[in-house]
């Protein structure tokens, strides 16, 4: 099963707590149960022009997307455009590029408590200029169709 780990809104804080639970061998762990990491942002080498071929791949279902894990919130701003959190080297927002391949995956994982909901950072009192949201991942698959 390919599995490919989007990190938004800033947000690594899952992965580093998996990192340091004690697994001595994370990814050999993963690839015993049939996962293979295809790309995550702090595990992989691959980088630049490899990784967007990898995303188009994935994107035109040329290479199924089995697991599509998003660690963070999803930053929506401004004005619902997600221009606030450009994907590296792509020129797309990150909502773009969950959208489009929460629709060609199997199995979508929100991974931590910001993408689920985006808290704590959306609960001081004040207007949340980002846009920053969780997942709600429903409605990424939804938006994506």
């Given amino acids: 099963m390919n599995l490919l ?34 790309w995550h942002p702090s595990l992989s080498e691959a980088t630049g022009e490899e990784v967007r071929a990898l995303l188009a791949e994935f994107e035109s279902g040329a290479r199924p ?14 004005e619902g455009s997600g221009r606030f959190h450009i994907l590296a080297g792509t020129g797309t927002p990150m909502l ?8 060609q995956a199997g199995t979508v994982l929100a991974i931590g408590m910001n993408s689920r909901n985006a808290t ?14 969780g997942c709600r991942l429903p409605s990424l698959v939804q938006m994506a169709a």
Wanted: glycine share 16%; charged share 15%.
């Fill in 5 to 38: 780990w989007l990190q938004s809104g800033g947000c690594g804080g899952c992965t580093m707590s998996l990192l340091c639970s004690g697994a001595r061998d994370l990814p050999g762990l993963l690839e015993g149960a049939g996962i293979h990491i295809a």
């Fill in 65 to 78: 997307l089995d697991l599509l894990c998003v660690e963070g919130a999803i930053l929506r701003g401004p």
């Fill in 96 to 103: 773009d590029w969950a959208r489009r391949l929460a629709a």
């Fill in 120 to 133: 704590p950072m959306t609960m001081v009192p004040s207007p949340n200029l980002t846009g920053l949201d």
